[in-house]
């Protein structure tokens, strides 16, 4: 037996003569046996030591056995103990049940029997150490238990942890998927209704234009149509806004050195926010060219601007920095890595809270009165930056300010150099003959009116099938216009068939927007809609000047006032789109 299974019995008897025989008899078990000669060297052994037997003495002078096993069995730690008497008298049945009530479990009489004391030792030793055992192993499978339970707990809690993230982040990508469908839908239906509207102002400008040339010497009768000349050229900005949110607009993207424009605007940025704050352009002058609509983005930037003057009622500091980026993918939402210019527009002013600024590009939303804001500055702004490859990011905390970030990419191509060179305008000799292919028939009728007005004579056509007709029977036709988005064959396909045909007659192309596909990415002179007169004639002598052949003409009122009325914007600036086809000759008549 191990000495660490061996179990203590301590023999009480005030003879050391018995206890010596007790000892004898009792060596064989193996165990470790106690000696006391009194009850209380007894009791001081006991308290010392585990003790799994107790063989007591009934009769001893200063406190007899039955005392003693009353006073261990008090004792919580002795409950288990096993004590058995050793008694020559007092054996009577009432003295065991004495004996059994003081805690006694079992009697060994006097003469004692080597044997049957061996034997009943052994039970009760045997008893107590299966019993330890047994304790021991229950707390053992009592702590394996609570460690598995911890561990169980820990897992579990990591378990509920990971759901909970998992859902917050399907939670998240199916708001986002929503707002992008929404905003998408949105997107859809401005850009639609834009287009539409687009088509309506070029008929209702055309007609103005042509109106005031009769009213010209009646100065009340001039008032009236320039006030609807204005108004219509205020929706031609309002239908543009819309077309940028929808990522339609026709732009017209340039190599160009951002902080060149940006310290172009300086004079009117200060014209436009007043004396109360104070602007300061930070710029990087070694920022690479960026590709982007010169004009739109003059434009986003005054709009952004607007909104720090807005939020700053008391005055403030408004900040244009300019710097260059190097980002890898994941870095801002929705662009790859690489390089990119960054253009911040930072103000002092009220900040945003979290709904608005969830908000503020949506369409349409706006925080100020009726007439101050149509809530699209925002959303024309987000769009150009997309469709130039690029994206915004706005920053901003309530009463912390705002920060509004446009990022586009680094263009390797060389700038335009002569920003601000003024095309040859004018309409050029004449007349002509005109082929106009447009199914709307109110825009067809505006557009033929201004032509003619121009000393042009016309042919009308509502389809490409009809414009191919006429060409094939007609001879003398000097020009093709045509409008972009027709059912059927589109205004694209008629010119390129057309260039097929009759590679010398010139094409121009009218469009309302641009498609996503790009599918517009020509090198036709073109127009887009809403256009004016002047504009127009512009198209007709690109069309039919080879030298100048080539050159987009923007027909967009990028408007010299805010849609609000309020806004001083920046006046509208035309620049020549660099020459990206061959001179094209008119064809001999
Ligand atoms: N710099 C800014 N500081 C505080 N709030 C802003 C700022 N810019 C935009 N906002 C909030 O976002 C909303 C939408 O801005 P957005 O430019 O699209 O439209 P708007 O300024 O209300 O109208 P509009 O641009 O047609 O004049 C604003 O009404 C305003 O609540
Ligand atoms: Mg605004």
New binding site residues.
């Given amino acids: 037996m191990d000495a660490e299974d061996k179990v203590n019995i301590l023999l009480v008897d005030d003879q050391a003569a018995k206890l010596l025989t007790y000892e004898a008899i009792l060596a064989d078990l193996g165990e470790n046996l106690f000696k006391a000669t009194s009850a209380n060297q007894a009791l001081e052994l006991l308290l010392r030591n585990e003790v799994a037997v107790v063989l007591i003495d009934v009769c001893m002078p200063d406190l007899d056995g039955f005392e003693l096993a009353a006073l261990i069995r008090q004792h919580p730690r002795f409950q288990a103990t096993a004590l058995i008497f050793v008694s020559a008298v007092q054996v009577a049945d009432i003295d065991l049940l004495r004996g059994y009530a003081a805690g006694a479990v079992d009697y060994v009489p006097v003469p004692v029997i080597p044997d049957l004391l061996r034997a009943k030792v052994r039970v009760f030793a045997e008893l107590y150490r299966k019993t330890k055992q047994l304790e021991t192993l229950n707390r053992e499978l009592e702590r394996r238990v609570a460690q598995r339970t911890a561990e169980l707990e820990t897992a579990n809690a990591e378990l509920e942890r990971r759901v909970e993230m998992r859902t917050r982040e399907r939670e998240a990508a199916l708001a986002q998927i929503h707002e992008m469908q929404k905003l998408e839908s949105l997107g859809k239906l401005t850009g639609g209704v834009a287009h539409d509207f687009n088509n309506l102002l070029t008929a209702v400008l055309g007609n103005l234009e042509l109106l005031r040339k009769y009213v010209e010497h009646d100065a009340r009768q001039r008032r009236l149509v320039d006030s609807a000349i204005q108004g219509a050229e205020r929706g031609a900005t309002l239908t543009n806004r819309m077309l940028a949110f929808a990522r339609r607009q026709e732009l017209r993207p340039e190599t160009i050195h951002l902080p060149t424009l940006i310290e172009g605007m300086a004079e009117m940025l200060s014209r436009s926010l007043g004396p109360s704050i104070e602007i300061s352009i930070d710029l990087d002058p070694e920022v690479p060219p960026a590709r982007v609509d010169p004009n739109q983005l003059e434009l986003a930037i005054l709009?952004l601007a607007?909104?720090?003057r807005?939020?700053m009622t008391d005055g403030g500091r408004l900040t244009i920095t300019a710097r260059t980026e190097t980002l890898v993918a994941g870095d801002i939402a929705g662009l790859p890595g690489g390089h990119y210019v960054c253009i911040a527009v930072t103000?002092t002013?009220?900040?945003?809270d979290d709904a608005?600024l969830k908000r503020?590009t949506e369409p349409f939303?706006?925080?100020?009165s009726p007439g101050h804001?149509?809530?699209?500055?925002?959303?024309m702004v987000d769009g150009l930056v997309a469709q130039s490859y690029g994206a915004m990011r706005i920053l901003?905390e309530k009463g912390r300010g705002?920060r509004v970030e446009l990022r586009l990419p680094v263009s390797d191509l060389p700038v335009v150099k002569n920003l601000d060179a003024v095309r040859p305008k004018g309409n050029g000799a004449g007349p002509w003959r005109i082929l106009l292919v447009d199914d709307d028939p109110i825009v067809a009728a505006s557009t033929s009116a201004m032509l003619e007005d121009l000393g042009h004579s016309i042919v009308e056509a509502d389809s490409a099938r009809r414009a191919l007709e006429v060409l094939r029977s007609d001879g003398a036709i000097d020009a093709v216009i045509t409008d972009h988005a027709m059912p059927g064959t589109s205004g694209t396909e008629l010119a390129a068939q057309v260039r097929r045909e009759w590679p010398h007659l010139p094409v121009g192309l009218i469009s309302g927007y641009t498609e996503l596909s790009g599918e517009l990415r020509t090198d036709l002179p073109r127009l887009a809609k809403p256009y004016r007169q002047e504009q127009l004639a512009d198209l007709l002598a690109t069309l039919v000047h080879g030298e100048s052949a080539g050159q987009a003409v923007s027909g967009q009122a990028v408007s010299g006032q805010?849609?609000?009325g309020q806004a001083v914007h920046g006046q509208e600036r035309r620049r020549p789109q660099p020459v990206v086809s061959g001179p094209r000759s008119r064809r001999p008549p």
């Avoid at 939303?365 to 100020?368: D, G, P, Q």
């Avoid at 804001?373 to 959303?379: A, E, Y």
């Fill in positions: 709009n607007l909104n720090g807005d939020a103000d002013g009220s900040g945003m608005i503020a939303f706006t925080t100020k804001g149509t809530g699209l500055g925002l959303s901003s705002t805010a849609v609000s």
